[in-house]
């Protein structure tokens, strides 16, 4: 019979393997700092050739170029070269990393394939290099997700464990990038794992630590956006900060619109799919030509905004023609990243509006809309919090930026029903709901659903008469589909089901109930959680469990069948959609 040790209704699941898994993080952590190092450096290097002629691993901004109309080909060359690869490399380069990880994740057992983690961030380098208006954080974790997933395919793991992996080296990477280590945490927790377990939380937290701790030396220190110190918030600066909460909300939405009409513009086209970065590199190149701010990466420009340097026409352009230039070109399959993107479109309209804000300046509603737009659009209004904070370090900014963050992702809730990343992976094929609650086999115990009320019959008692009862409708022996087998000292003998009745009669019926049933038993305790009996029924390909006393393994003390199981969930319904009256009396 199984046993169960006394610690198993523990607050969480405990666990040795972490131990292993946060020091596989360490070495996950390592690369991803890494690669992200490598990446950054590739983009720069990429920039400097395509934009300057030079060979230089230095960031200068594409915006200083003196192309002149030129420009327009630059991107749409590297749309040529991103459009070839993904065609003849793996077509999984395309898009902002976040949607394929998740797929990976989700479907594909956390596997990913060598390729992935060779041309996503090629690719990503090319588009960025060559104008292309997106963020390294999408490349970047998908890269140290694909890392994350070679390392943990070396070793003899489960899909869960990979899975942790997976998301150690998206967490490293990110943290590595932007030298954000909470922030990534906290995305892995809201977007990538699906679950909150120490398994799982503890290695990523181990791997983000790691890799930004290597991002000093390789990439220097944070924050990478410093901000003069503001006073704490008062009631005006809260209540302004609710409004552009809600506009950025709004933003959020028709950003989402905007891409994903693109999208649907592109599948339009009679040309394959190969060639449609190429025409999102022209509507790069000709946005350039308008506002050269909207090429690239970016960071320039989000340092602008947060030193309240951008003004009047010049917010305008760059809210416009980023949007644009981003969601069609994004739209067109090409490899980029969502977030520093986010941060300039979220940071342009909260400088916008600080013109009617009579309270706060211009650099803390362009801080404010950049967290709140990020949060809206993610919908990971937790991660963009301390995103912001950990690219500022502007502590006193964190109620107002709360306050922002959740306008936003309530109104993005209830304005739509996927996300700008969840939506790429539906149009796929796939669901992926993204709320947290405590599973009701977690949180019932087996004795609070279970039939104590237990019918059991001897073990000398023959199969032909349980079936002569059964046919009479004896309602000792027709309530469930399997009974208990109790000897005369009240002790659990074995199980007998219909199945072993109906193959008993096929002989000659006149076997006992112990020579027909089972007595190698599979039962439950009435202290443990129901859904440890659930795995074990699951695990045993049974449909019943007789429950029984631990201090007393042969007591019977009540049965678990199917509907017991089943009306863990329908207690759970009955808490989410049955309303009570507002006050009750409890005389």
């Known amino acids: 019979m199984h046993t169960q040790p006394p610690d198993a209704l523990a607050d969480f699941t405990r666990d040795t393997r972490v131990l292993v898994l946060a020091l596989m993080a360490v070495v996950i952590g ?20 395509a934009f300057f002629g030079t060979l230089s691993g230095v960031f200068r901004s594409p915006a200083e170029h003196h192309l002149g109309l030129w420009v327009i080909l630059v991107p749409a060359a590297g749309g040529i070269v991103i459009g070839l690869m993904a065609r003849f490399g793996s077509e999984k380069i395309r898009g902002h990393g976040i949607p394929e990880a998740l797929e990976a994740i989700l479907y594909g057992s956390s596997r990913m394939e060598p ?120 009631a ?192 796929r094929g796939y669901h992926i709901t993204r709320e947290y609650s405590v599973d009701p086999f977690e949180s019932l115990r087996v004795e609070e659903v279970m039939d104590a009320d237990v019918q059991s019959v001897p073990p000398g008692m023959s199969v032909r008469d349980l079936s002569g009862r059964i046919e009479s409708g004896d309602p000792a022996v027709t309530r469930h589909h399997a009974l208990p087998i109790v000897d005369a000292e009240g002790k659990l003998r074995g199980i007998i089901t219909r199945g072993d009745v109906l193959r008993a009669l096929e002989q000659d019926g006149e076997e006992t109930v112990l020579e027909a049933g089972t007595n190698d038993l599979v039962v439950a305790y009435p202290d443990e959680i129901l859904r440890d009996a659930a795995q074990r029924m699951l695990r045993s390909d049974v449909g019943r469990l007789p429950v029984v006393s631990r201090e007393d393994p042969r007591r019977v003390v009540g049965y678990l069948g199917r509907p017991s199981v089943l009306s863990a969930l329908r207690q759970r319904m009955t808490e989410e959609h049955e309303r009570e009256s507002g006050w009750r009396n409890y005389a």
Not at 30 to 49: E, F
Request: neutral net charge; glycine residues 12%; aromatic residues 8%.
């Open 115 to 234: 390729r992935v983690a060779v041309l996503k961030p090629v690719s990503s380098a090319l588009s960025i290099g060559t104008g292309g208006p997106f963020g390294a954080e999408g490349p970047i974790i998908m890269t140290g997700g694909a890392f994350g997933s070679l390392f943990a395919q070396m070793f003899h793991l489960s899909s869960a464990e990979r899975k942790t992996l997976l998301v150690a080296g998206a967490a490293g990477g990110m943290a590595a990038i932007f030298a954000t280590p909470i922030a990534a945490v906290l995305l892995a927790v809201e977007l990538l794992l699906f679950e909150w377990k120490p398994r799982s939380f503890v290695p990523v937290a181990v791997s983000s630590i790691v890799a930004a701790m290597l991002r000093v030396p390789l990439l220097g220190a944070g924050p990478i956006f410093p901000m003069a110190p503001h006073a704490a918030p008062g």
């Open 236 to 427: 005006g600066i809260m209540a302004a900060a609710l409004a552009v909460g809600i506009v950025a909300g709004a933003g959020s939405t028709a950003l989402t619109a905007l891409v994903y009409g693109f999208e649907d513009l592109f599948g339009k086209l009679p040309l394959h799919w190969m060639w449609w970065p190429v025409i999102g590199g022209l509507g790069v190149g000709a946005g350039a030509l308008i506002d050269p701010r909207v090429l690239g990466v970016g960071y320039d420009v989000i340092r602008s905004l947060l030193a309240g340097n951008l003004v009047g026409g010049v917010l305008i352009s760059l809210l416009i023609g980023k949007a644009l230039v981003w969601s069609f070109s994004l739209g067109s399959g090409t490899s980029g990243g969502v977030l520093a993107p986010l941060l300039i479109i979220g940071g342009a309209l909260g400088a916008l509006e600080a013109q009617w804000i009579p309270v706060g300046d211009t650099a803390l509603w362009a801080l404010v809309g950049m967290a709140a737009m990020m949060g809206g659009t993610m919908r990971s209004p937790l991660t963009a919090i301390m995103f912001a904070f950990e690219l500022t370090h502007e502590v006193n900014l964190l109620l107002p930026l709360l306050v922002s963050c959740i306008a936003a992702h309530a109104f993005t809730v209830l304005a739509l029903r996927r996300s700008i990343l969840t939506e790429k992976v539906a149009r």
């Open 30 to 49: 390592v690369m991803s700092a890494l690669v992200a190092a490598a990446l950054v450096w590739l983009i720069n290097v990429i920039t400097n050739l």
